[in-house]
């Protein structure tokens, strides 16, 4: 029975007293045994031996693979927040930090409590947090001896004066950041099944920044620092699953609305619809192979050359970049293709960088459908609230295409949480692949834990959060109980306090 309300858990901690007081006589004490798992709640041979297997892994030090989740916070609308981040927790002891949710770069770094130009406020309501290397007591630098210093073949390595690992990125908005390599501990919560978790902490390499410039500096969208879940050797699914302690896989479901949020764990999220289409091989980044743009139903005229590498940067899959991105050679015929179908609607405004449309009766419905081809025949369909973005001004509906033109001269189309979002979304490091499927990302969703094309049990979202709310309370509980056994022990030894 879960009790909420504060007359509750004062009710609760003077029956933790008595109890503790029945239990405690004169200079005797005994405590009594309680079964971590109860009689009533009944567990499967697969889930005992789970249990044993996680507890197994503790005391010999060794590897307990299973899904890790990751909690999501943010949204895609670019004028309320314009991007998804979530929690991670490093250092001993552990310290908390907001950090983006980026497929795009392949290094996790975090701002340095020496950094130079770095917020100190966030207009996205978080406390933003400094990372302090002499607090924390497993940390030491990378050296530049050190082979991980070589390891990642996206940052501008360096050596800085004091034989320290540098490192600077540069990312496509014209923002960059640089700083210095640490070695620590990254904690986390392994889901063995879907009533187990475990805490787990592993050994990890991530950058802590001491410089940064462009929009990384302003207070907007100011978070701690970047999740790099690219394909390099240093990002988080990386050196994870090197360890044993993750599959190659990961997935998102990242929720549209304005309340945003949505799920993301290292494992494969279960979606029978879901349809897949090949990476490019050897690429620094998610390049897939776009083959056609498809608006109301009729192919528009675009050199398939235009979206693959041939000819550019290809076609990239981002959850860094907030919007999506078109080379001139597919943007304009895009844009054109969208107003010939509206025009009766209402008429053509610019808005900043964006070709908008006032629209009199005000229903998304006059836009038509998007189709995204891909290689091996995976599409994605763009219903209008996929790739709009809607203002409303004096009684009419102004709605904006979040598809931009790519900044000259790179030839490069991007996919980012626009049209991300509201999908499942899965990278098989395994397979080398990605696909999605249209999801409602505010539900449970089903989780595999998969490597080397091994799958695991399927767990359910759902049921692991329920069961981390209840040991939440749990532990609630057993704090009360603490303190209620500690106050008796020290009355009952005549105690005295100033």
């Not at 626009?418 to 969703?445: F, T």
Request: charged share 15%; with cysteine.
């Amino acid at each position: 029975m879960a009790v909420d309300s504060p007359s509750g858990a004062i009710i609760i901690a003077a029956l933790f007293l008595h109890a503790a007081t029945t239990i405690v006589c004169g200079s005797d004490a005994f405590l009594k045994l309680e079964r971590l798992i109860p009689p009533s709640h009944e567990l499967s041979l697969a889930e005992l031996r789970a249990f044993d297997s996680a507890r197994h892994g503790r005391l010999l030090q060794s590897p307990v693979g299973g899904v890790v989740d990751f909690p999501v916070y943010g949204a895609s609308d670019p004028f309320l927040v314009g991007l998804y981040y979530t929690k991670v927790k490093l250092g001993t002891p552990p310290k908390e930090f907001n950090v983006q949710i980026d497929t795009g770069s392949d290094v996790l770094w975090v701002t340095c409590s020496s950094c130079n130009g770095c917020p100190k406020t966030s207009e996205l309501q978080i406390q933003l947090s400094f990372f302090d290397p002499g607090s924390s007591s497993s940390a030491s630098m990378v050296s530049c001896s050190d082979k991980r210093c070589s390891s990642n073949f996206e940052s501008e390595s360096g050596c800085s004066p004091n034989n320290l690992c540098s490192y600077a990125f540069k990312y496509g908005d014209g923002s960059g950041t640089s700083g210095y390599y640490i070695s620590d501990f990254i904690s986390f919560d392994t889901v063995i099944t879907s009533t187990l978790a475990i805490n787990s902490s592993a050994p990890f390499v991530f950058g802590c920044s001491n410089l940064q410039t462009g929009d990384l500096q302003r207070p907007r969208r100011a978070v701690d620092g970047i999740f790099g879940l690219g394909q390099g050797s240093l990002s988080v699914v990386s050196q994870l699953a090197t360890q044993g302690l993750a599959p190659r896989v990961f997935s998102h479901c990242l929720k549209g609305d304005s309340n945003g949020g949505g799920v993301m764990v290292l494992g494969q999220i279960k979606r029978p619809d879901t349809v897949y289409t090949p990476l490019v091989p050897s690429q620094l980044h998610y390049n897939v192979n776009l083959q056609s743009i498809a608006v109301n139903n009729q192919i528009l005229p675009i050199d398939p050359s235009v979206f693959t590498i041939a000819t550019g940067d290809g076609t990239i899959i981002d959850t860094g970049t907030t919007l999506a991105y078109l080379p001139d050679e597919a943007y304009n015929p895009f844009v054109q293709a969208i107003a010939s179908t509206v025009s009766q609607y209402g008429r053509p405004i610019t808005y900043e960088s964006y070709q908008c449309f006032d629209i009199t009766s005000g229903a998304v419905d006059v836009f038509p459908e998007v189709i995204l081809s891909f290689a091996g025949g995976a599409t994605m369909v763009l219903t209008p609230r996929d790739y709009l973005q809607m203002f409303s001004s004096s009684g009419s509906s102004i709605w904006c295409i979040g598809f931009q033109r790519s900044q000259q001269p790179r030839r490069i189309t991007i996919l980012g949480d626009l049209v991300l979002k509201d999908k499942v979304v899965v990278y098989d490091l395994v397979r080398q692949r990605i696909g999605w499927a249209v999801y409602d990302c505010s539900l449970e969703v089903n989780v595999s834990a998969t490597g080397g094309g091994r799958s695991k049990d399927v767990i359910s979202t759902g049921q692991w959060r329920e069961n981390n709310s209840s040991k939440s309370h749990d532990n609630y509980y057993l704090f009360l109980l603490q303190v209620a056994f500690l106050v008796h022990v020290l009355l009952s030894r005549n105690v005295h306090f100033l």
